[in-house]
């Protein structure tokens, strides 16, 4: 049973037909015969909610506007069927009464509008038919609930929507459907369960699927957030089922399907690919430089910068060419001490502070290319003059009974400068002599630099070859009896023990190896800084190959080799015996190896790291009319020193520059001459045979190609004290020189080798 407007009611079992003829029947008003109408119908019983009891005994009722009964038919109890005929230009109310004759269900029959919603003409026989609804209501004792008279005085009830207001009095709102929501608003006046058509289709929200008419049903709208009531729901002109971002104003279309719109979409028509950063017509899926700034996406993460940034930082400058490209305040380094220049006091590293260079140029650490630091040049204006060497060479202790020693490479810090080299121990005075590791910690001033043993393996033998600036110290050591490469990190004054650096893949016992320098080179690819040393390492046939290393330049922690690669590498080239003795920071490595004839000679790798892999380029550089020779070491230039020796035992000194021919022999005091070492600005060391070998130092530019004498005579700059003997073994990019010389106890009496480091001057330096 419906509720509607506080009333019960029933529906019609079935459509009443309403039907004119031409029959006449009497009408009080008039004597002219007035076409007829039959209503006939049936009702709806049973024990439905909404049907009429089937044991109600009923009867139906047509009254004309006066209230009389025009015409009735009793229904008895399980009867359903009625019809009724009576003038059909008459308004009239069907009654459905009960079996007490209450009226228990009203219809109001408008002539009117029977005339708008049939056809007007008297001769037709069918008008069609009329679903109906009859209401239930409560008879008054007159029989006349709603007694309005009608324009000819006649006491009729039309009051469809039963509210108790005449339809025709202007208080009317008129509620066709009886459903609570007025007509001017209700946009299916004629349907009790709808009162909304969002989309004008005539069905009613309530029973469509999808209200606004987009194609998209309402419990689709729900899910995915979209109005189900509104066509647009983001209001940019394409309905929510043709839309592929429905609450995006600013995307419709996905041509690529890719799930970005076209309008943000650098690829509307490539599925793989959405943004181009760079603007270079590569997508940043195939495109390894997403930013444009000539670093490829991987470097990039590597150091922390932002690959779709080409200025990380947002200083003005490309990363790429940027040497602090996180810090905005900073952008160049140019002493390369991870110090930018606007903090830096001293940005060209030359030991003289900024405000200080007047005269010289505070971004150049040589201003008159002399090879030696302005700091430490007593003349910075004069190529022709350089700096002096101290007149007292450092004697560096050795260690207790010791009765030889050597200082082989020095570190170029700004404050303190480590030296490290070897001395021997024997368990008793004059006992078998042993080599220890050593590291000296210079003070200038301080006297006497007593030695620190460097820890490794069974602490039976060992050499430090080399120290980097970070400290990082690189040679040899027994690990079980077998001699090993070592890596020590000596950043502290009391460094712990050295680690192994492991020997080839495959090699023969025992796998002897030894680490001889190291230097710090750019990886191409990431542009990290890597740690590389170089030694030598026997292989699977018991031969000794030239090797390289790769470790963290920080902490010396061996790297992990990259896909295919091996950590060490063999150097390739030499088919025998090789060994590397030097690399500088562009990777050019110095040293020897057999060539095709047997003989050993001075032999050149160059070097290239990307991404963890490693590649070199050997060169055999042999000095003619040498039977032998040993290439020691490279300047950051590129230009290789060589020591080689001719049949009858007479050593030369020789340079070999970047793109020249032969090696160029080097100036000597007498006959012999070798050299060892070649800093950037073109100070060489080594030695030469004044009366005995003497440590010597050359002072040279690639210009002079003579090369004639030593500018530095070795007897007064780099002094013996009362030595016989000695060489200079290696110089530092500042200028220091280390080496070590005959030491004597008496006018007559030696007493093997001493280590010695010999400083420009003026240099001050602090522990």
């Given at each position: ?681 073109g100070r060489i060391a080594g030695w030469t045979d004044a009366t005995n070998l003497g440590p010597s130092a050359w002072d040279m530019g690639f210009a002079n190609a003579a090369f004639a004498e030593p500018a530095i005579e070795p007897a007064s700059t ?50």
């Open positions: 049973m419906k509720q509607l407007n506080g009333r019960a009611a029933w529906v019609l079992g079935s459509l009443i037909t309403v039907a004119l003829g031409a029959a006449a029947c009497g009408d009080s008003k008039s004597t002219t015969a007035e076409p007829q109408a039959t209503l006939s119908g049936a009702l709806k019983r049973g024990v439905e909610a909404d049907a009429v009891p089937a044991t109600m005994a009923l009867s139906v009722v047509l009254i004309d506007g006066d209230g009389a009964d025009v015409v009735a038919q009793s229904l008895a109890a399980g009867e359903t069927a009625f019809s009724l005929t009576a003038e059909s230009d008459h308004d009239y109310l069907l009654e459905l009464r009960n079996g007490s004759g209450v009226a228990i269900a009203i219809l109001v029959w408008d002539r009117t509008a029977m005339k708008r919603a049939f056809h007007p003409d008297p001769g037709t026989t069918d008008l069609g038919t009329l679903a109906v609804e009859l209401r239930l209501g409560q008879a008054t004792s007159s029989n006349d609930p709603l007694p309005f008279p009608d324009a000819e005085g006649e006491a009729i009830r039309l009051d469809a929507d039963h509210d108790g207001v005449h339809d025709a009095s202007a208080g009317d709102i008129a509620d066709q459907d009886s459903d609570q929501t007025p007509d001017v608003g209700d946009q299916l006046p004629f349907d009790p369960a709808e009162i909304r058509d969002t989309d004008g289709d005539t069905i009613g929200n309530l029973a469509d699927t999808d209200d606004d008419g987009d194609n998209v049903s309402d419990t689709a709208e729900i899910a995915a957030g979209t109005n189900p009531l509104l066509r647009d729901t983001d209001g940019d002109g394409a309905l929510d089922g043709a839309d592929a971002f429905p609450l995006d104003p600013a995307e419709a279309i996905d041509t690529d399907s890719d799930g970005v719109g076209d309008n943000g979409d650098a690829f509307p028509s490539n599925p793989a690919e959405t943004l181009d950063t760079d603007h270079d017509g590569t997508g940043n899926n195939a495109d390894t430089d997403d930013d444009g700034d000539t670093l490829t996406d991987a470097a990039e993460l590597a150091r922390g910068t932002n690959p779709l940034a080409a200025d990380s930082d947002g200083d003005g400058r490309l990363d790429a060419v940027d040497a602090l490209p996180l810090d905005h305040t900073e952008w160049l380094d140019t002493d390369l001490d991870g110090l930018g220049n606007n903090a830096d006091t001293d940005d060209d590293g030359d030991f003289m502070l900024d405000i200080d260079e007047v005269t010289t140029d505070p971004l150049d650490p040589d201003y008159d290319s002399d090879g030696v630091l302005d700091g430490l040049d007593s003349f910075p204006l004069r190529s022709s003059r350089f700096a002096q060497y101290d007149s007292d060479a450092m004697r560096l202790g050795r260690l207790s009974n010791a009765k030889t020693g050597a200082a082989l490479d020095v570190s170029d810090n700004a404050t303190k400068k480590l030296v490290v080299g070897y001395s021997d121990t024997a368990a008793t005075a004059g006992g078998a002599l042993t080599l220890r590791p050593i590291l000296w910690n210079i003070t200038v001033g301080s006297g006497p630099i007593n030695p620190t043993v460097l820890s490794a393996g069974d602490n039976a033998y060992g050499v430090a070859h080399a120290v980097s600036k970070d400290n990082l110290v690189v040679g040899e050591a027994t690990v079980a009896g077998v001699i090993s490469a070592i890596l020590w990190n000596a950043a502290g004054t009391s460094p712990g023990g050295g680690a192994e650096l492991g020997a080839l893949a495959g090699a023969a016992a025992p796998a002897t190896s030894a680490a001889y320098d190291i230097a710090v080179m750019t990886d191409s690819t990431t542009h990290a800084a890597v740690g590389v040393v170089v030694g030598e390492a026997k292989d699977s046939a018991g031969i000794s190959r030239a090797v390289v290393w790769l470790v963290n330049p920080t902490t010396g922690a061996k790297l992990a080799p990259a896909a295919g690669q091996a950590n060490p590498m063999q150097l390739s080239g030499p088919t025998g015996y090789a060994a590397a003795f030097a690399i500088n920071a562009g990777g050019r490595i110095t040293g020897e190896a057999t060539t095709a004839t047997g003989a050993v000679h001075a032999y050149m790798w160059d070097l290239t790291i990307a991404a963890g892999a490693q590649s070199a380029v050997g060169l055999s550089l042999p000095v003619s009319g040498h039977t032998s020779s040993a290439a020691y070491g490279a300047s950051s230039a590129g230009a290789v020193v060589i020591e080689a020796m001719q049949a009858g035992g007479v050593a030369h000194a020789f340079v070999w520059a970047p793109g020249a021919g032969s090696p160029v022999q080097l100036g000597v005091v007498t006959a012999n001459g070798g050299a060892m070492a070649m800093n950037a600005r780099l002094p013996r004290v009362t030595s016989k003997a000695g060489q200079a073994l290696n110089v530092s990019e500042s200028g220091v020189v280390v080496g070590s010389f005959e030491a004597v106890t008496a006018a007559t009496t030696p007493d093997g080798d001493a280590p010695f480091v010999s400083l420009p001057a003026p240099v001050v330096l602090t522990p």
